[in-house]
């Protein structure tokens, strides 16, 4: 796969969790080590929320990092920010950057946009 994107540069890659022979993250791995500007959208049929975690945390196209889902979370039980801070160890500057980050990365309007679509996409709910 490494040499069909460096040959084509597709943009964005589209990347399947379950690959035969590879796991999808371990491909997504490589592909960011050596090729940070791809862009990836990963699919998947699992239902396995670990598989999904992971994906987000190897930082495919669209997704978001485990603490940026983590602060979403909070911010839609209305935690202020010096809380959410407080209650994963980073300062109220660093929640911020995550929440600024992850309405980027979801193209979302607002803070309220944002979270919506994680609760759309099953990013965060009940069970998450």
Known sequence: MLPLWVRHHPNPVLLDLALPGLKGVALLKKLRASHP????????????QDDALAALDASATGPLARRELQVLGMVSE????DDIGARLGITERTVRAHVVSAKEKLGAANTTHAVALC?????????R
């Open 37 to 48: 500007e791809a862009q990836v959208l990963m699919l998947t049929a699992s239902e396995d």
């Open 78 to 81: 209305e935690v202020a920010d």
């Open 119 to 127: 609760f759309t996409r099953g990013l965060l709910g009940p069970g």
